[in-house]
């Protein structure tokens, strides 16, 4: 079978998450985080930004009181969440720092810079930020050259707006 490259302009459009508490999930993801809560329907909310439908829904259809799968088992690693630049990626870490919120680390890819956390239900959640493309490190052949170095967490606070 040969290979068919998706639509260059294709996005991830939003992320359903099985969660044990909506209320207690809504705290992370509207109170903490700032998004907006657009919908809800038994058993599910919808967040966003921006006026869009959904970003992120919240569901407990097949896990209510239920408890993370934890380590060592398949699922979703992280979803992650693009802000728009650096000002907006330290406010949000000043949400969290504030809010004494426990992180789990922070990296900075050369490509973007990310800081890493779980929510209630323990799935995996980066917060970043990209850099513009024409900054991308790339090797002697063009080649995207992705690193994992540390972010300086205090300098990306001072910039929070």
Do not use: C
């Not at 728009?84 to 004494?100: F, G, H, W």
């Not at 800081?115 to 209630?120: A, G, M, Q, S, T």
Request: glycine content about 10%; aromatic content about 8%; charged content about 25%.
């Amino acid at each position: 079978m040969s290979h068919v490259p998706a639509h260059p302009k294709l996005r991830i459009g939003h992320v359903h998450l099985k969660v044990a508490d909506l209320e207690r999930g809504l705290l992370f993801w509207r109170d903490l985080l700032g998004l907006q809560e657009t919908q809800r329907m038994q058993g599910a909310v919808f967040l966003s930004a921006g006026g869009y439908h959904h970003h992120i829904a919240l569901n407990t259809w097949e896990s209510a009181g239920g408890r993370p799968a934890g380590r060592g088992f398949t699922g979703l690693y992280h979803v992650a969440l693009l802000y728009p630049d650096r000002p907006a990626l330290a406010t949000a870490l000043k949400r969290l720092v504030e809010a004494r919120y426990p992180l789990e680390g922070a990296g900075d890819h050369g490509v973007s810079e990310a800081i890493y956390l779980r929510d209630p239900d323990g799935n995996g959640v980066e917060l970043y930020r990209d850099r513009p493309y024409d900054e991308w490190p790339r090797d002697e052949h063009g080649n995207l050259a992705m690193t994992s170095e540390p972010v300086d967490l205090r300098a990306l606070l001072a910039e929070a707006e």
